[in-house]
């Protein structure tokens, strides 16, 4: 059964830093690209950052470039978020999701399988 | 970046009754060369995290209820639900994976009436 299982969350200061992890299992871990997307209390969902199977390019969203950094380790089957000077507009569910593309290299993928999450928050 | 605009915001259908959800990006999302809409969509029920319905813009994920089906015309996307089960009511979302960054619609909240 494909898996993944979010953790790391909790509660962090204005400026602090949180590293989340995302355990895969159930499938090539090193051939799928992978997410990362959070949502907000009572928002709809933002997509934070991206990874392709290598780790060899990292891609991210204005509102967290130069703040966050995503990575990869194969042989762990482990996905990372390195989250720094943290801000209250962080807070939020962070759900990492594995991506499919059928074999296109145009693009990125669609999310097929996601984990249940794991919740940050930042507040004084 | 590309926009998604879904519509509407909230919808309440009668159970048996069809459901319509569109969403509207504002460029195409259509890479010409496999003639493939990077459009995927997503239901999420409360407490839960999101799940995939609908990829290439109207391909059904293996075990989704064929009750729904997602169909295109230009930039106009739509869910369908033909007949709505209590089971249904959730948010939808509607995602372009076309170009960075990837960009999510804001929800369709879809209820029983």
């Known amino acids: 059964e494909v898996q993944l299982v979010e953790s790391g969350g909790g509660l962090v200061q204005p400026g602090g830093s949180l590293r989340l992890s995302c355990a895969a299992s159930?499938?090539?871990?090193?051939?799928?690209?992978m997410s990362w997307v959070r949502q907000a209390p009572g928002k709809g969902l933002e997509w934070v950052s991206d990874?392709?199977?290598?780790?060899?390019?990292?891609?991210?969203a204005d509102s967290v470039k130069g703040r966050f950094t995503i990575s990869r380790d194969n042989s762990k089957n482990t996905l990372y978020l390195q989250m720094n000077s943290l801000r209250a507009e962080d807070t939020a569910e962070y759900y990492c999701?594995?991506?499919?593309?059928?074999?296109?290299?145009f693009g990125r993928g669609y999310m097929d399988v996601w984990g249940k999450g794991t919740t940050v928050t930042v507040s004084s | 970046d590309i926009v998604m605009t879904q519509s509407p915001d909230s919808l309440a259908v009668s159970l048996g009754e069809r459901a319509t959800i569109n969403c509207k990006s504002s460029?195409?999302?259509?890479?010409?060369?496999?003639?493939?809409?990077?459009l995927a969509w997503y239901q999420q029920k409360p407490g839960q995290p999101p799940k995939m319905l609908i990829y290439?813009?109207?391909t059904r994920e293996s075990g989704v209820p064929d009750r729904f089906s997602g169909s295109w015309s230009g930039t106009d996307f739509t869910l369908t639900i033909s007949s709505l089960q209590a089971e249904d009511v959730a948010v939808y979302y509607c995602?372009?994976?076309?170009?960075?960054?990837?960009?999510f619609g804001q929800g369709t909240r879809l209820e029983i009436k």
């Open positions: 290439w813009a109207s």
């Open positions: 990874i392709s199977g290598s780790g060899g390019g990292t891609y991210y």
């Open positions: 999701g594995k991506e499919r593309r059928d074999g296109y290299t």
């Open positions: 995602q372009q994976h076309y170009s960075i960054p990837i960009t």
């Open positions: 159930g499938f090539t871990f090193s051939t799928y690209g």
């Open positions: 460029q195409s999302v259509l890479y010409s060369s496999n003639n493939k809409n990077y």
